[in-house]
């Protein structure tokens, strides 16, 4: 019994200890809410959240000069994290396109683009064509990064992808460029240019 006792007043103490050492789920040890920072939004290619350690990402690679350049405009860009959004971007847009999703479209393309991909989902349309589908993304690489004199930093992304047209398979590569200004507070890139080697 002195055992059982003395073993339940052991395990009391280490519990108290996590408890003060860790804090709970809630809050922080001296009993104030933690410092969270606010999940990012659902965008393709959002920018990253801050970065409160302070290191500085690693710029290597063709575009590495112009990466250092947009990251001295913004600490809070990383090429790696950007990338990963990009992915998804590429993946959500193609979707998009194949389905006549006009209305996402708008929002994350620029005028111009978005009036060549709206052209052609009219034509699509008109002659009941099928719509390429994005089978498999295959590699995704940035290729060029710069900052113009106004602050609109500019990422190009060379992607290939495979694409499935009714029974046909056929590979694709292609340079999207995404672009966002460095002076705003919205966090979103929107893609500014498409290229085809």
């Known amino acids: 019994m002195i055992e059982l006792l003395l073993l339940t007043a052991i395990a009391v103490f280490v519990g108290w200890r996590l408890y003060t050492t860790l804090g709970s789920d809630s809050g922080s040890p001296d009993g104030r809410p933690r410092?969270?920072?606010?999940?990012?939004?659902?965008?393709?290619?959002?920018?990253?959240?801050?970065?409160?350690?302070?290191?500085?990402?690693?710029?290597?690679?063709?575009?590495?000069?112009?990466?250092?350049?947009?990251?001295?405009?913004?600490?809070?860009?990383?090429?790696?994290?950007?990338?990963?959004?990009?992915?998804?971007a590429y993946e959500m847009l193609v979707k998009a396109f194949a389905d006549g999703d006009r209305e996402t479209l708008k929002r994350w393309l620029d005028t111009d683009v978005y009036e060549a991909w709206d052209a052609a989902i009219a034509e699509r349309e008109?002659?009941?064509?099928?719509?390429p589908q994005l089978l498999r993304l295959r590699q995704s690489?940035?290729?060029?990064?710069?900052?113009?004199?106004?602050?609109?930093?500019?990422?190009?992304?060379?992607?290939?992808?495979?694409?499935?047209?009714?029974?046909?398979?056929?590979?694709?590569?292609?340079?999207?460029?995404?672009m966002r200004d460095t002076g705003s507070d919205d966090p979103n890139w929107i893609l500014d240019d498409v290229d085809t080697p």
């Open 35 to 88: 410092n969270q920072q606010p999940s990012s939004p659902a965008t393709p290619a959002s920018q990253p959240r801050e970065n409160p350690a302070g290191l500085r990402p690693a710029f290597t690679g063709p575009a590495a000069s112009g990466l250092e350049t947009i990251h001295a405009a913004d600490p809070s860009f990383n090429p790696k994290e950007f990338l990963t959004g990009a992915r998804g």
């Open 126 to 131: 008109k002659t009941g064509s099928e719509a």
């Open 141 to 178: 690489e940035i290729d060029a990064a710069d900052l113009d004199e106004q602050g609109a930093a500019r990422v190009t992304v060379r992607f290939e992808a495979e694409l499935g047209i009714g029974d046909m398979t056929r590979g694709s590569e292609e340079y999207w460029t995404f």
